[in-house]
């Protein structure tokens, strides 16, 4: 008996050091496509984010718009990732014309999903109006594949996973 209780007690001693370096949440790679309208003037910039399920600024996804000027126009992004500005250098691009469609992959935790979280998109037009969370859509299985209307400069907005 103390030799089985020894030889348990040396495994979970080993087996500890592991577990800690495992994977601690499984992601899920997600398709977020965005297609503008049509409409006069420059390139739009976007604020494609996370919200937590009592409407909390979670992370950043993507940015489309590189000229941080106008990242203040994106009101409802701005105002929550605050704590992430030195992080956002990598999921940046360029401004999006009119009529045209932004498609990225992103990698959400599967702990997001189908948990009360949502995506917003902010939008924004240099010289025309801002649209905060412009686009709202539960990050729920429901709503996967199904487009969604925005209410200024996206015709459609959905994710794929």
């Known amino acids: 008996m103390n030799k089985m209780v020894a030889t348990l007690g040396l495994a979970a001693t080993l087996a500890l050091p592991a577990m800690a370096f495992a994977p601690a949440a499984e992601a899920r790679s997600v398709t977020l496509t965005t297609q503008l309208r049509p409409y006069g003037g420059n390139g739009a910039y976007l604020a494609i984010y996370l919200v937590d399920p009592q409407g909390r600024f979670h992370s950043t996804l993507r940015v489309a718009g590189t000229k941080t000027k106008y990242h203040t126009h994106l009101s409802a992004w701005a105002r929550g990732r ?70 200024g400069y996206i015709a459609s907005f959905k994710f794929d996973m």
């Open 82 to 151: 605050a704590a992430e500005a030195a992080r956002i250098d990598g999921i940046t691009g360029a401004s999006v014309g009119s009529g045209r469609t932004l498609s990225v992959t992103v990698d959400i935790a599967d702990a997001l999903i189908d948990a009360g979280y949502q995506i917003r998109v902010d939008t924004a037009v240099e010289d025309g109006r801002d649209n905060p969370g412009e686009v709202t859509v539960p990050l729920t299985s429901a709503a996967n594949h199904r487009p969604v209307s925005g209410r």
